[in-house]
């Protein structure tokens, strides 16, 4: 820092040695003698006539003309250096200096010349950045938003763990968590510790309506249907009369009203509204292909899954098994869901796939075995054979 103030100082002076010289030499110009210069440059004068005819005009005159050039060049030597300074104060930004900020252009640098995508080098930087400053919460929370967006639940559920531990009491940030360490689930389901947190987060703020919409399908997924009911109905009241939700939230507590418990009825089209014989019910076999047995374990963790051909690539159903249970041969419907609204009668077309995942994780992973079918409609009754014949790059 103190390097680069004085090379500010060095260009100021530099800036000053241009303007001041000719500024100082305009002040003392006298036409006569600027005569005398001009003939005896141009050989009109000898050197004898030329100092004679000088020596006549008699001293210069400087009284006149000196003191405005002085105070120009007064001016301009108190005025500049301050002004520079200001400028650079409120156009500037200093923090580049910083060897802290230094490291994370290097690290984003890096990224870049790396070939990885402009989240991928935002990530990068962010990541520099906390590793300086490991008590920035905000920037732990964006770091786990960016990988949410990027379905690296994993990595989100620990950024989050480190925004939650400098803010403990932030409602927000324990909803949050709660919901991504589902995320990062293989069955996508709200296990015991991020109820835990959602409940917290409704014990600080009792009318946070995303707490108070999860904790209803934490609720629906354990099959207590009546406390999920009961909950979407505290959340319908805290939200304003035009607001646009309403009509969606009635309708799953409609839909939570007229289905039977799973206890009672074996299968159920969960939250479409459909009877359970036109409900999608889709077949699936899938083996592994031969080439690839070497590279599996048989306590690798096998996922079966279908997801919306278009758009959001969350799960609309999805089964864990292992794959040493291979080949084997499943049903995937509604009740495979993992939030109530978004199952396989939510989406027209449909994806369906299996991966074999060493992490045991149901984000895809280099090194992880998968294969995808063709586009398909939910209404699909043939069974659908998926053979395990790729490498996740």
Not at 60 to 75: C, I, S
Not at 171 to 177: G, Q, T
Not at 340 to 354: D, E, F, K, T, W
Request: proline share 8%; net charge negative.
């Amino acid at each position: 820092m103190i390097a680069f103030w004085v090379i500010c100082a060095l260009l100021v002076l530099a800036a000053l040695a241009f303007v001041l010289p000719p500024l100082l030499r305009r002040g003392v110009t006298d036409p006569h003698r600027d005569a005398l210069h001009k003939a005896h440059h141009d050989g009109v004068l000898n050197e004898a006539e030329y100092a004679a005819k000088l020596a006549a005009l008699g001293p210069a005159d400087h009284a006149a003309v000196l003191p405005a050039a002085r105070r120009t060049a007064l001016a301009l030597v108190l005025l500049i250096p301050p002004l520079a300074v200001g400028l650079y104060q409120k156009l500037g930004d200093t923090r580049v200096f910083d060897p802290a900020v230094q490291s994370v252009t290097s690290v984003m640098q890096d990224a870049q010349r790396a070939g990885l995508p402009p989240m991928e080098q935002a990530i990068a930087g962010l990541v520099e950045r906390l590793a300086q400053s490991p008590d920035d919460m905000q920037g732990w929370l964006l770091l786990g938003r960016a990988y949410r967006s990027m379905e690296r639940f994993d990595d989100a559920r620990d950024a989050l763990a480190r925004a939650l531990a400098l803010a403990p009491d932030s409602p927000d940030i324990l909803v949050e968590s709660a919901e991504i360490r589902t995320l990062a689930t293989p069955s996508r389901r709200f296990e015991s510790e991020a109820l835990a947190l959602l409940r917290q987060a409704l014990t600080i703020a009792p009318d946070h309506q995303r707490g108070l919409w999860l904790l209803g399908i934490a609720q629906f997924q354990a099959g207590d249907t009546d406390k999920a009911r009961d909950t979407w109905n505290r959340l319908l009241d805290t939200l304003p009369a035009d607001s646009p939700m309403r009509d969606t939230l009635r309708q799953r507590i409609d839909e939570i009203h007229n289905q039977m418990t799973p206890d009672s009825a074996p299968e159920s089209p969960a939250t479409t509204g459909k009877d359970a014989s036109s409900a999608p019910r889709l077949s699936v076999h899938v083996v592994l292909a031969p080439e690839l047995a070497e590279r599996v374990s048989p306590d690798d963790v096998l996922f079966v899954f279908a997801r919306a051909a278009e758009g959001s690539r969350a799960p609309l159903a999805i089964q864990r098994l292992r794959a040493g249970d291979l080949p084997l041969s499943l049903t995937l419907d509604d009740s495979h869901a993992m939030v109530p609204q978004m199952n396989l009668s939510s989406a027209a077309q449909i994806v369906v796939g299996a991966r074999i995942s060493r992490s045991g994780t149901a984000q895809a992973q280099p090194g992880d075995l998968e294969t995808l079918s063709a586009p398909l409609p939910n209404s699909h009754q043939a069974t659908i054979t998926l053979t395990i014949d790729q490498i996740v790059p």
